[in-house]
């Protein structure tokens, strides 16, 4: 294996069934809910972009369609806009469409676990490594998770995972590292645990939903047995890869929020909002009042 082959391929799976976002999601993907004006999967696109990606696998399912159409052009509304003279929104379109045939889409029959929506991208990736972006995991920071994955996928090759701390209480809520040596831009893996019982966290390094993985990933999707949930878990299979390939994790800089939570994706809401220099005063000034409102009301209860 060549350890250091360029990463051109991005898989972003978004064929979950949304079920906490319900009754939203009943009818529309939850990856179109709009973080202030974009929806969330327009983030993790953007952010494939910016580390070099050339080609997006999008794996969808059933009620998806809407994902499908946002990357696609819209002759009829450009001629509309630029009718009205909306130059600035027909720039911003013109700018987050897909070159032709650099998206491809293909299905997830069942949900049956991120394991097997990556594994559902296996013919579409090839025998080259691939990023990996969950998409409900937004990234706030100067630059998105995925370039700095790329920094450190430059110096060690191989698998890169990105991290983030959490408070070791919140640490049998994620997938965790054991964290070894230190390499330019981040660490070596000695181990990794998806959810660890209280106490039993080898770190409070959680895995944020960037990866870079190797082809040989697909061939243990392939025989992975049912794990946490009844899912078929990446982890399972990353834990299984760690045995005859290096991981590496990058400690993310900036900060995910995790919009499959309704607090998560309220809070990056806000987040976004804030620094936006058309509406983050107004938002600011809104918000600052009905906090205050807030816990006047608590305090008089
Ligand atoms: P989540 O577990 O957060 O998504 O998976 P979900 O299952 O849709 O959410 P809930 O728990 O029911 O609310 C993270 C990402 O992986 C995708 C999801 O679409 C989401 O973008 N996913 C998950 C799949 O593509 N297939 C699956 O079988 C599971």
Redesign the pocket.
């Known amino acids: 294996m060549e350890r250091t082959k360029t990463v051109r391929k991005a898989v972003?799976?978004?064929?979950?069934?949304?079920?906490?976002?319900?009754p939203a999601?009943k009818a529309m993907?939850?990856?179109m809910l709009t973080v202030v004006d974009r929806p969330v999967?327009q983030y993790a696109v953007d952010e494939a972009r910016e580390a070099g990606i050339e080609h997006i696998v999008f794996?969808?399912?059933r009620n998806k369609q809407a994902i499908e159409d946002h990357f696609d052009d819209t002759p009829e509304l450009i001629t509309s806009l630029t009718r009205s003279g909306k130059d600035a929104q027909v720039s911003e379109l013109e700018r987050l469409l897909p070159k032709a045939g650099s998206v491809s889409f293909t299905r997830?029959q069942?949900?049956?676990?991120?394991g097997?929506?990556v594994w559902?991208a296996r013919d579409l990736i090839g025998d080259e490594p691939f990023a990996l972006l969950?998409?409900?995991?937004i990234s706030y920071g100067a630059r998105g998770c995925l370039a700095g994955l790329m920094d450190l996928y430059g110096h060690v090759g191989g698998n890169v995972v990105g991290v983030e701390q959490c408070a070791p209480e919140e640490a049998s809520q994620y997938g965790i590292v054991a964290t070894g040596a230190a390499v330019p831009h981040g660490f070596a893996i000695t181990g990794m645990v998806e959810k660890p019982k209280a106490g039993e966290a080898p770190s409070n390094f959680y895995l944020n939903?960037r990866y870079i993985l190797q082809p040989e990933i697909f061939g243990l999707l392939a025989r992975q047995q049912r794990g946490a949930g009844n899912?078929?878990q990446l982890t399972d299979s990353m834990l299984a890869l760690s045995d005859s390939q290096p991981f590496h994790a990058h400690p993310y800089d900036g900060r995910t929020f995790?919009c499959?939570?309704k607090h998560g994706f309220i809070e990056a809401n806000v987040a976004f909002a804030l620094k936006r220099a058309d509406i983050g005063a107004a938002v600011y000034q809104s918000l600052r009042a009905l906090v205050l409102s807030h816990e006047g009301a608590t305090r008089a209860a």
């Open positions: 972003i799976p978004v064929a979950g069934n949304g079920t906490r976002f319900l999601t993907p939850k990856e999967v794996v969808t399912s997830q069942a949900p049956l676990g991120l097997h929506a559902c969950l998409p409900d995991m939903g899912e078929i995790d499959g939570s």
